[in-house]
């Protein structure tokens, strides 16, 4: 992991352009958008909506996992909509990929008019880790 002027870039190869997948300053990790695209192929996953929200939510979990983060550290997601008529079938795979005993994450939701590579959605994600005491000590 790339570390300069006190961040800390997590590149676990999901990028298709000038960005890093992630960044971490000052304790805080800051995701590029992630979408509905397979790692193995570059493409799009096929289905809809909903397997282009599981799909970007293993994203987001592999670029966590790179940086020792699970979910369950995520503190806010903006989610970008192509069809914001989509909203009910995105938020329901959305909440599949969290425990239900935990707070879910704060979140805001944004219709537009497109998105790179064809994709219905995108996320961005801010994540704080969770420090026990003996961690931080």
Known sequence: MPSTAGKQ?????????PFSPA?????????????????ATGEVVDGGIGPETHQTMR?????????????????TVT???????EWPAMNEAYSSHF???EPYPARTAIA????????????????????????AS
């Open 9 to 17: 870039v997590l590149d676990v190869g999901l990028t298709g352009g």
């Open 23 to 39: 960044v971490i300053a000052n304790g805080v990790c800051y995701l590029s958008g992630q979408g509905g695209l397979d790692p």
């Open 59 to 75: 994203n987001i979990e592999a670029v966590l996992a790179a940086g020792g983060m699970t979910l369950s550290d995520i503190v």
């Open 79 to 85: 989610c970008y909509l192509v069809d914001i008529d």
């Open 99 to 101: 425990d239900d005993t």
């Open 112 to 135: 537009v008019a497109a998105l790179p590579n064809g994709m219905r959605v995108e996320m961005t994600v801010t994540a704080l880790p969770v420090r026990t005491d003996a961690a």
